[in-house]
Protein backbone atom coordinates (compact mmCIF):
# COMPACT_ATOMS: atom_id res chain seq x y z
CA UNK A 1 0.00 0.00 0.00
CA UNK A 2 1.20 3.42 -0.97
CA UNK A 3 0.17 6.39 1.05
CA UNK A 4 0.95 10.38 0.77
CA UNK A 5 1.55 12.64 3.37
CA UNK A 6 1.17 16.16 2.72
CA UNK A 7 1.95 18.42 5.41
CA UNK A 8 1.41 22.17 5.60
CA UNK A 9 1.72 25.02 8.00
CA UNK A 10 -0.95 25.45 9.96
CA UNK A 11 -3.08 28.74 9.39
CA UNK A 12 -1.56 31.55 10.61
CA UNK A 13 1.21 30.36 11.02
CA UNK A 14 3.58 32.80 9.09
CA UNK A 15 5.16 31.05 6.47
CA UNK A 16 8.32 33.16 5.01
CA UNK A 17 9.38 30.52 3.18
CA UNK A 18 6.10 31.07 0.96
CA UNK A 19 6.73 35.14 1.01
CA UNK A 20 9.95 34.99 -0.30
CA UNK A 21 8.87 32.56 -3.28
CA UNK A 22 5.74 34.63 -3.77
CA UNK A 23 8.16 37.47 -4.06
CA UNK A 24 10.10 35.65 -6.49
CA UNK A 25 7.45 34.83 -8.63
CA UNK A 26 6.16 38.63 -8.83
CA UNK A 27 9.31 39.61 -10.03
CA UNK A 28 8.65 37.30 -12.75
CA UNK A 29 5.99 39.04 -13.80
CA UNK A 30 3.54 36.63 -11.83
CA UNK A 31 1.60 39.14 -10.19
CA UNK A 32 -1.50 38.09 -9.49
CA UNK A 33 -0.28 35.36 -6.90
CA UNK A 34 -1.83 36.53 -4.05
CA UNK A 35 -0.72 33.78 -1.14
CA UNK A 36 1.61 31.00 -1.72
CA UNK A 37 2.66 28.74 0.98
CA UNK A 38 5.13 25.60 1.01
CA UNK A 39 4.03 22.35 1.87
CA UNK A 40 6.04 18.93 2.24
CA UNK A 41 4.64 15.74 0.24
CA UNK A 42 6.37 12.81 1.85
CA UNK A 43 5.29 9.53 0.49
CA UNK A 44 5.29 6.12 2.07
CA UNK A 45 5.15 2.36 0.46
CA UNK A 46 4.49 0.13 3.51
CA UNK A 47 4.09 -4.17 3.34
CA UNK A 48 -0.01 -3.24 4.40
CA UNK A 49 -2.86 -4.06 1.70
CA UNK A 50 -5.51 -2.99 4.20
CA UNK A 51 -6.12 0.88 3.26
CA UNK A 52 -7.76 1.48 6.97
CA UNK A 53 -4.43 -0.30 8.43
CA UNK A 54 -2.08 1.51 6.36
CA UNK A 55 -3.64 4.68 6.84
CA UNK A 56 -3.55 4.36 10.86
CA UNK A 57 0.04 3.61 11.01
CA UNK A 58 0.63 6.49 9.00
CA UNK A 59 -1.09 8.42 11.24
CA UNK A 60 0.88 7.06 14.19
CA UNK A 61 4.41 8.06 11.69
CA UNK A 62 2.94 11.58 11.18
CA UNK A 63 2.07 11.74 15.72
CA UNK A 64 5.63 10.46 16.64
CA UNK A 65 7.57 12.39 13.57
CA UNK A 66 6.90 13.28 10.10
CA UNK A 67 4.42 16.38 11.33
CA UNK A 68 4.89 19.10 14.50
CA UNK A 69 1.83 19.34 15.82
CA UNK A 70 2.84 22.63 17.15
CA UNK A 71 3.34 24.17 13.61
CA UNK A 72 1.62 21.60 11.18
CA UNK A 73 -1.37 19.65 10.38
CA UNK A 74 -1.08 16.80 7.64
CA UNK A 75 -3.49 14.74 5.33
CA UNK A 76 -3.19 11.29 4.20
CA UNK A 77 -3.80 9.95 0.91
CA UNK A 78 -4.21 6.18 0.29
CA UNK A 79 -3.07 5.97 -3.54
CA UNK A 80 -2.70 2.56 -5.75
CA UNK A 81 0.03 4.18 -8.11
CA UNK A 82 2.11 7.17 -6.47
CA UNK A 83 3.45 8.32 -10.10
CA UNK A 84 2.38 11.72 -10.86
CA UNK A 85 -0.40 11.92 -13.50
CA UNK A 86 1.28 14.88 -15.84
CA UNK A 87 5.22 14.86 -15.94
CA UNK A 88 6.49 18.26 -16.66
CA UNK A 89 9.59 17.73 -19.21
CA UNK B 1 31.29 17.84 37.96
CA UNK B 2 31.09 15.78 35.09
CA UNK B 3 30.23 16.57 31.64
CA UNK B 4 29.57 14.89 28.30
CA UNK B 5 29.22 16.66 25.09
CA UNK B 6 26.49 14.88 22.83
CA UNK B 7 28.14 14.45 19.12
CA UNK B 8 25.38 13.67 16.31
CA UNK B 9 26.21 13.28 12.54
CA UNK B 10 26.15 16.77 11.82
CA UNK B 11 26.81 18.50 14.96
CA UNK B 12 29.60 21.30 14.82
CA UNK B 13 30.22 22.88 18.22
CA UNK B 14 30.35 19.59 20.07
CA UNK B 15 34.30 20.61 19.88
CA UNK B 16 34.25 24.33 21.19
CA UNK B 17 31.74 22.51 24.55
CA UNK B 18 34.49 20.23 24.85
CA UNK B 19 37.50 22.64 24.78
CA UNK B 20 35.66 24.91 27.35
CA UNK B 21 34.79 22.45 29.61
CA UNK B 22 38.32 20.68 29.87
CA UNK B 23 40.91 23.59 28.80
CA UNK B 24 38.67 26.81 30.34
CA UNK B 25 37.24 25.44 33.16
CA UNK B 26 39.28 22.41 34.11
CA UNK B 27 36.65 19.89 34.92
CA UNK B 28 36.07 16.09 33.20
CA UNK B 29 34.52 16.10 30.10
CA UNK B 30 33.83 12.89 27.60
CA UNK B 31 32.06 12.61 23.63
CA UNK B 32 28.38 11.01 24.02
CA UNK B 33 27.98 9.46 20.57
CA UNK B 34 24.15 9.61 19.52
CA UNK B 35 24.04 5.62 19.75
CA UNK B 36 24.86 5.54 23.16
CA UNK B 37 22.00 4.56 25.91
CA UNK B 38 24.40 5.39 29.12
CA UNK B 39 24.63 8.37 30.51
CA UNK B 40 25.24 7.31 34.03
CA UNK B 41 28.75 8.77 36.18
CA UNK B 42 27.21 12.11 34.30
CA UNK B 43 26.03 15.59 36.02
CA UNK B 44 25.99 17.89 32.94
CA UNK B 45 25.07 16.75 29.61
CA UNK B 46 25.32 19.47 26.54
CA UNK B 47 23.84 19.21 23.55
CA UNK B 48 25.60 21.25 21.09
CA UNK B 49 24.77 23.11 17.87
CA UNK B 50 25.27 22.30 14.76
CA UNK B 51 23.04 20.73 12.19
CA UNK B 52 22.49 17.04 13.09
CA UNK B 53 21.06 14.62 10.51
CA UNK B 54 21.32 18.11 7.96
CA UNK B 55 18.00 19.31 9.32
CA UNK B 56 16.05 17.28 7.20
CA UNK B 57 12.54 16.99 7.85
CA UNK B 58 12.62 19.84 10.91
CA UNK B 59 15.92 21.20 12.48
CA UNK B 60 16.62 18.73 15.87
CA UNK B 61 13.24 16.63 14.53
CA UNK B 62 15.25 13.05 13.83
CA UNK B 63 18.11 13.64 16.72
CA UNK B 64 15.37 14.40 18.96
CA UNK B 65 14.15 10.52 18.17
CA UNK B 66 17.82 9.03 18.36
CA UNK B 67 18.78 6.47 21.28
CA UNK B 68 20.78 9.01 23.33
CA UNK B 69 17.91 11.63 23.78
CA UNK B 70 15.94 8.25 25.08
CA UNK B 71 18.07 7.91 27.69
CA UNK B 72 18.21 11.93 28.24
CA UNK B 73 14.85 11.43 29.27
CA UNK B 74 15.70 8.98 32.23
CA UNK B 75 18.62 11.12 33.14
CA UNK B 76 16.70 14.21 33.24
CA UNK B 77 13.83 12.09 35.65
CA UNK B 78 16.65 11.49 38.26
CA UNK B 79 17.88 15.10 38.10
CA UNK B 80 20.57 15.21 36.09
CA UNK B 81 21.43 18.81 34.14
CA UNK B 82 21.09 19.25 30.60
CA UNK B 83 22.47 22.40 28.78
CA UNK B 84 21.08 22.61 24.80
CA UNK B 85 22.50 25.53 22.65
CA UNK B 86 21.19 26.33 19.19
CA UNK B 87 20.48 22.70 17.46
CA UNK B 88 20.55 21.52 21.44
CA UNK B 89 17.43 23.65 21.76
CA UNK B 90 15.62 22.80 18.48
CA UNK B 91 16.17 19.44 19.73
CA UNK B 92 15.01 19.44 23.40
CA UNK B 93 11.63 20.90 21.97
CA UNK B 94 11.54 18.45 19.09
CA UNK B 95 12.04 16.15 22.00
CA UNK B 96 9.09 17.35 24.16
CA UNK B 97 11.75 17.88 26.53
CA UNK B 98 10.84 21.48 26.40
CA UNK B 99 7.71 23.16 25.31
CA UNK B 100 7.42 24.95 21.78
CA UNK B 101 9.73 25.08 18.06
CA UNK B 102 12.13 27.11 16.44
CA UNK B 103 11.18 27.96 13.34
CA UNK B 104 12.89 29.87 10.40
CA UNK B 105 13.97 33.31 11.18
CA UNK B 106 11.53 35.66 10.31
CA UNK B 107 14.17 37.97 8.20
CA UNK B 108 14.74 34.59 6.17
CA UNK B 109 18.93 35.12 6.85
CA UNK B 110 20.63 33.13 8.64
CA UNK B 111 22.33 35.43 11.58
CA UNK B 112 25.70 35.37 12.81
CA UNK B 113 26.24 38.14 14.69
CA UNK B 114 26.49 39.30 18.57
CA UNK B 115 23.71 39.69 20.69
CA UNK B 116 22.46 41.01 24.03
CA UNK B 117 20.26 38.86 26.25
CA UNK B 118 18.57 39.92 29.38
CA UNK B 119 18.58 37.65 31.87
CA UNK B 120 15.16 36.93 33.67
CA UNK B 121 15.27 33.92 35.68
CA UNK B 122 18.04 33.33 37.80
CA UNK B 123 16.31 30.54 40.12
CA UNK B 124 17.91 28.07 37.69
CA UNK B 125 21.92 26.17 38.24
CA UNK B 126 22.68 27.60 34.95
CA UNK B 127 21.85 31.10 35.95
CA UNK B 128 22.11 31.14 40.09
CA UNK B 129 25.64 33.19 39.75
CA UNK B 130 24.35 36.09 37.93
CA UNK B 131 21.95 38.67 38.62
CA UNK B 132 17.91 39.50 37.49
CA UNK B 133 18.43 41.82 34.24
CA UNK B 134 22.15 41.29 34.12
CA UNK B 135 23.44 41.86 30.22
CA UNK B 136 25.29 39.21 28.47
CA UNK B 137 26.61 39.30 25.34
CA UNK B 138 26.62 36.20 23.39
CA UNK B 139 26.67 35.29 19.58
CA UNK B 140 24.21 33.57 17.90
CA UNK B 141 24.49 31.53 14.25
CA UNK B 142 21.24 29.70 13.25
CA UNK B 143 19.22 30.37 10.05
CA UNK B 144 15.73 28.84 12.70
CA UNK B 145 15.87 30.38 15.97
CA UNK B 146 12.20 31.90 15.85
CA UNK B 147 10.57 30.29 18.89
CA UNK B 148 7.15 29.64 18.76
CA UNK B 149 4.39 28.24 20.83
CA UNK B 150 0.74 28.56 21.41
CA UNK B 151 -0.99 30.79 23.56
CA UNK B 152 -1.50 28.77 26.28
CA UNK B 153 1.69 27.72 26.64
CA UNK B 154 3.55 31.13 26.69
CA UNK B 155 1.22 32.12 29.36
CA UNK B 156 2.55 29.11 31.52
CA UNK B 157 6.03 30.10 30.52
CA UNK B 158 5.64 33.61 32.22
CA UNK B 159 3.24 32.31 34.94
CA UNK B 160 6.28 30.06 36.25
CA UNK B 161 8.91 32.39 34.84
CA UNK B 162 10.47 29.79 32.43
CA UNK B 163 12.20 32.39 30.33
CA UNK B 164 15.45 32.73 30.74
CA UNK B 165 16.82 34.89 28.65
CA UNK B 166 15.21 37.32 26.47
CA UNK B 167 17.05 39.46 23.00
CA UNK B 168 17.58 43.02 24.60
CA UNK B 169 19.84 46.00 23.86
CA UNK B 170 22.62 46.91 25.59
CA UNK B 171 20.45 48.66 28.08
CA UNK B 172 18.27 45.58 28.77
CA UNK B 173 15.42 46.72 27.14
CA UNK B 174 13.22 44.26 25.28
CA UNK B 175 12.53 45.91 21.85
CA UNK B 176 11.67 44.68 18.39
CA UNK B 177 14.38 46.06 17.10
CA UNK B 178 17.05 44.00 19.08
CA UNK B 179 15.08 40.49 18.60
CA UNK B 180 17.24 38.86 15.51
CA UNK B 181 14.77 36.32 14.56
CA UNK B 182 11.34 37.41 14.93
CA UNK B 183 11.17 35.32 18.14
CA UNK B 184 7.96 35.21 19.94
CA UNK B 185 8.17 38.08 23.09
CA UNK B 186 11.97 38.03 22.41
CA UNK B 187 12.52 34.49 23.87
CA UNK B 188 16.45 33.53 23.57
CA UNK B 189 16.29 30.93 25.91
CA UNK B 190 13.85 28.42 28.28
CA UNK B 191 14.12 26.15 31.14
CA UNK B 192 11.81 23.29 32.48
CA UNK B 193 9.55 23.95 35.40
CA UNK B 194 12.33 21.45 37.59
CA UNK B 195 15.24 24.17 36.55
CA UNK B 196 17.17 21.36 34.76
CA UNK B 197 17.11 21.45 31.46
CA UNK B 198 17.87 24.88 29.59
CA UNK B 199 17.76 25.62 25.90
CA UNK B 200 18.84 28.65 24.23
CA UNK B 201 19.84 29.51 21.15
CA UNK B 202 22.99 31.61 21.84
CA UNK B 203 26.34 29.98 22.05
CA UNK B 204 27.91 30.69 25.51
CA UNK B 205 30.37 28.49 24.49
CA UNK B 206 31.59 30.82 22.40
CA UNK B 207 31.88 33.63 24.08
CA UNK B 208 34.09 32.06 26.79
CA UNK B 209 37.54 33.12 26.74
CA UNK B 210 38.86 37.25 26.06
CA UNK B 211 40.43 35.60 23.12
CA UNK B 212 36.57 34.88 21.69
CA UNK B 213 35.75 38.43 22.34
CA UNK B 214 33.72 37.73 25.41
CA UNK B 215 33.36 35.97 28.78
CA UNK B 216 29.84 36.71 29.56
CA UNK B 217 29.23 32.25 28.08
CA UNK B 218 31.47 31.75 30.92
CA UNK B 219 29.29 32.92 33.71
CA UNK B 220 26.66 30.46 33.06
CA UNK B 221 29.43 27.85 33.35
CA UNK B 222 30.34 29.29 36.55
CA UNK B 223 27.05 29.31 37.79
CA UNK B 224 26.77 25.20 37.26
CA UNK B 225 30.20 24.81 38.99
CA UNK B 226 29.27 26.55 42.17
CA UNK B 227 25.80 24.64 42.37
CA UNK B 228 27.01 21.09 42.77
CA UNK B 229 26.63 20.17 46.10
CA UNK B 230 28.72 16.98 47.37
CA UNK B 231 25.45 14.48 47.45
CA UNK B 232 25.24 15.02 43.69
CA UNK B 233 22.20 17.30 44.01
CA UNK B 234 21.92 21.02 42.50
CA UNK B 235 21.73 23.85 44.40
CA UNK B 236 18.82 26.30 42.61
CA UNK B 237 18.87 29.37 44.20
Known sequence: MKVRVLVRLKPGIMDVQGEAVKRALAGLGF???SDLRVGKVIDIDLAEARPGEARARVGEMCRQLLANP???????????????????? | MRFGVVVFPGTWSDCDFHYVVSEVLHQPVRYVWHREHELGQLDCVILPGGF????????????????????????????????????????????????????????????????????????????????????LTMPISHGEGKYHTDAETLARL???????????????????????????????????????????????????????GG???????????????????????
Open chain 1, 31 to 33: SEV
Open chain 1, 70 to 89: ILEDYTLETVDDLAPREVAR
Open chain 2, 52 to 135: SYGDYLRAGAVAGRSPVVAALRDFVTRGGLVLGSCNGFQILCEAGLLPGVLTRNECLQYRCQSTHLVVENIDTPFTRGLRAGQV
Open chain 2, 215 to 237: TDGLLMFQSLLGSLVEDGSFLKR
Open chain 2, 158 to 212: KQQNLVVFRYADADGRVTKASNPNGSLDNIAGIVNPEGTVLGMMPHPERASETAM
